[in-house]
């Protein structure tokens, strides 16, 4: 039961809870290539999110794409001027398409058409967004969409192939179906998928080479097979760690527990149920990886013995014995490899400092985050976090409440300077 300290929050309240602003583009100039592919309406969309995550959205789109939506539009959404024709220029000294591409960090072409995809493949320049792309010499990110057979055809997968020896980046459509009602590969990418590869391209790979283990979630622990003891992690806080390092260039295997959080892109997902599971998933896993992270949020206790149908009710009281776990985190210090670093996290109620520095010296691990789970701001199902940071010499950083992916980076920047310089 809980004590009358802990505060809890609802599902409504999660829901409502606003995420703090996180800018992972802030200062970064991106420009938007949009072509005449159905898709242009999502264009319209993501322009926004991207705006939102801090970055100077410039639109570009070609006579084609100017067919499916207006240039108002996108003028109206990222607050820019909308380029689409070459030879509208104001005056002699500034070509746009040589400045804009001098002053650019990243060149998204989303929806890319079979069309672009096929000039691009062979250095045609006929208009503004072709001619741009060659003047760029930065990262460009290709989102194709069209048709599932104009997709497969073999011209467009030649050119998609062309596109990536020539260093570009090709973000694979999504199966499903079309907007034509086709059924196949072709469909633009939803935003979580799109988002990533955008942040990876424009962030430092510092953990390039490094494989990382990142345990997320709640664990299950059965009484019958139906009902079962569990925990209120929504496995964000994990999720983001996960995500984090992928932005950050590291091979990455998350193992989960039961959460509602879409599959992360970019990563290895081991789904599990109980703490049994988790700990045998992990100890197979850990071998060849630099950096474990336990994010998870596992039962120390599960039932003594789960029933093999579900137990019917009557009018005694039912007692369940429940039985300790394997500590995931005191196993994997004690099986550790040399030069590994391995990171828990703990969840209190009371005495955070007190609780996190005990439990750093008897676990042994290199650092511990602590978070207060009490607060209805951060800890268990919030969007933010708040923590501290507890190293193996018992020095406490703390942080203040911050979106769960700046927590991730934090984390990141501290495991980072612990790391070797070469791996
Ligand atoms: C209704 C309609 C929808 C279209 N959707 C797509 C599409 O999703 N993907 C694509 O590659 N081409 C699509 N096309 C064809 C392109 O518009 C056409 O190849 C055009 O030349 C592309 O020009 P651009 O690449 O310069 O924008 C569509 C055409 C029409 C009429």
């Given amino acids: 039961m809980a004590s009358d300290n802990v ?3 609802t599902g409504s309240e999660i829901l409502s809870e606003k995420a703090l602003s996180y800018k992972p583009l802030k200062g970064k100039t991106v420009l938007l290539g949009i072509t005449g592919g159905i898709a242009a309406y999502k264009a319209a ?7 939102a995550l801090g970055a100077r959205v410039i639109p570009v789109m070609t006579c084609h794409a100017t067919e499916f939506l207006s240039p108002i539009t996108f003028a109206a959404l990222t607050g820019e001027k909308v380029y689409t024709d070459l030879f509208c220029i ?8 040589i400045e804009l591409a001098k002053s650019a960090d990243l060149f998204l072409v989303l929806p890319a058409t079979a069309n672009i995809i096929g000039k691009a493949a062979n250095g045609l320049a006929d208009d503004f967004l072709s001619t741009l792309l060659l003047a760029f ?10 048709n599932p057979v104009m997709y497969a055809h073999p011209a467009t997968q030649t050119n998609m192939e062309r596109l990536k020896t020539l260093g570009y980046g090709v973000i694979e459509p999504e199966t499903g179906e079309t907007a034509c009602g086709d059924s196949g590969r072709g469909r633009l990418a939803d935003w979580p998928v799109v988002k990533e590869p ?3 391209a424009t962030t430092l790979q510092t953990l390039k080479g490094i494989n990382v283990l990142v345990s997320a979630g709640p664990t299950r622990e059965y009484l019958d097979p139906v009902r079962y003891i569990s925990n209120r992690s929504s496995g964000l806080m994990g999720y983001a760690v996960a995500r984090v390092a992928v932005r950050r260039g590291a091979r990455v295997t998350l193992v989960s527990g039961p959460v509602s959080l879409p599959p992360p892109p970019g990563m290895k997902l081991c789904p599990v149920e109980t703490a049994g599971e988790m700990g ?7 071998q060849n990886v630099h950096v474990i992270i336990m994010t998870a949020a596992v039962a120390d206790y599960a039932p003594a013995a789960r029933a093999d149908r579900k137990i019917k009710k009557d009018t005694s009281e039912l007692r369940v014995d429940l039985v300790r776990t394997t500590d995931i985190l005191s196993q994997l210090v004690k099986d550790r490899r040399d030069g590994q670093i391995i990171v828990g996290f703990c969840a209190e109620t009371q005495d955070l400092k007190a609780q ?3 439990k750093i010296r008897l676990k042994g691990a290199d650092l511990l985050i602590a978070n207060d789970v009490s607060r209805p701001d951060s800890g268990f199902d919030a969007l933010n976090n708040r923590v501290f940071i507890v190293s193996s010499d018992g020095d406490i950083e703390p942080l203040p409440l911050l979106h769960k992916e700046e ?9 980072q300077n612990m790391l070797p310089q070469t791996v």
Wanted: aromatic content about 8%; proline content about 6%; charged content about 30%.
């Fill in 137 to 146: 010499s930065g990262p460009v990110l290709f989102f194709p969409s069209m």
């Fill in 407 to 415: 927590v991730g980076e934090k984390i990141w920047d501290r495991i």
């Fill in 7 to 9: 505060k809890r929050i």
């Fill in 90 to 97: 104001e005056g002699a000294e500034n070509i746009p398409h």
């Fill in 280 to 286: 045998d998933t992990i100890s197979k896993l850990s």
């Fill in 45 to 51: 969309v993501y322009s926004r999110k991207i705006r």
């Fill in 356 to 358: 996190a520095i005990k």
């Fill in 198 to 200: 955008i942040l990876k």
